[in-house]
């Protein structure tokens, strides 16, 4: 099975984060793991009550920006923050995410 493109945390940019982050549901995708640490796509397909589709859209670009990563058991993609490398990088930023009202994203 092919794993998951993850950039470098060196190439990770601040723009490309906010760009993924600038999305609601995937701010609340990285709210939810932050609560987790580690889940698959059909726990934020039932949580968000969005399609798995769209859900895997989600995630692959908070993937793609840098912002998590997957750990691949069988066939089952599990995710995580990728939270020591962006606390690293962007202090601060993780912490300011979940302590955004749910009725503001």
Avoid: W
Avoid at 63 to 70: D, M
Avoid at 87 to 93: C, I, S, T, W
């Amino acid at each position: 099975m092919k794993i998951p493109y993850q950039p470098p945390i060196e190439s990770v940019t601040f723009t490309k984060v906010l760009q993924a982050l600038s999305e609601p549901n995937r701010a609340k995708i990285i709210r939810c793991l932050r609560d987790t640490e580690e889940n698959n796509c059909t726990h934020y397909t039932l949580q968000l009550q969005l399609p798995k589709s769209t859900v895997s859209h989600h995630i692959k670009v908070l993937r793609e920006a840098g912002l998590i990563q997957a750990r691949i058991v069988g066939k089952e993609h599990f995710y995580s923050i990728r939270t020591e490398e962006i606390e690293g990088k962007f202090p601060g930023l993780l912490d300011a995410i979940a302590k955004v009202n749910e009725e503001d994203l």
